[in-house]
């Protein structure tokens, strides 16, 4: 079982302003911020953004993504529509992934440190 989720940032304001609008989509919240990062989830923290502790610059791993559920398809593209209005980038828009499975409906985008999220549902509606 996974604890919590950490991806790097260069700049914490930055990374703040994003994903605090991007992950209220999803039900998640602010639950702390300290000087390295912020820290995000419903009860205890699920997701980290914080600056490397070994000083170096933040940068994502290829292959690397975090994908969240999501409640349905108006959801998933809340989540795209919210993260591109806030920085974010365009990696894969709204829509079923049958390569996956007959009803994965996911979006995928990057956050303004180019670290690759989705949103997906299983769900019809």
């Known amino acids: ?55 170096r610059p933040a940068a994502p791993g290829n292959g690397v993504h975090v994908a969240f559920q999501a409640r349905d ?9 919210t993260a591109l209005a806030h920085g974010g980038s365009e990696d894969g828009p709204p829509g079923l992934r049958p390569e996956y499975n007959a009803h994965y409906y996911g979006a995928f985008v990057r956050d303004p440190d180019g670290n690759k999220i989705e949103a997906v549902t299983h769900s019809a509606g």
Do not use: W
């Not at 398809?73 to 529509?81: E, S, T």
């Open 1 to 55: 079982m996974i604890h919590h989720l950490s991806l790097g940032t260069n700049d914490v304001a930055r990374a703040r302003a994003f994903y605090d609008a991007v992950l209220a989509v999803l039900g998640l919240r602010l639950i702390k911020q300290d000087a390295g990062g912020i820290h995000y989830g419903t009860g205890d923290i699920l997701l980290s953004l914080v600056t490397p502790v070994d000083g």
């Open 73 to 81: 398809q108006a959801m998933v593209r809340a989540f795209h529509g």
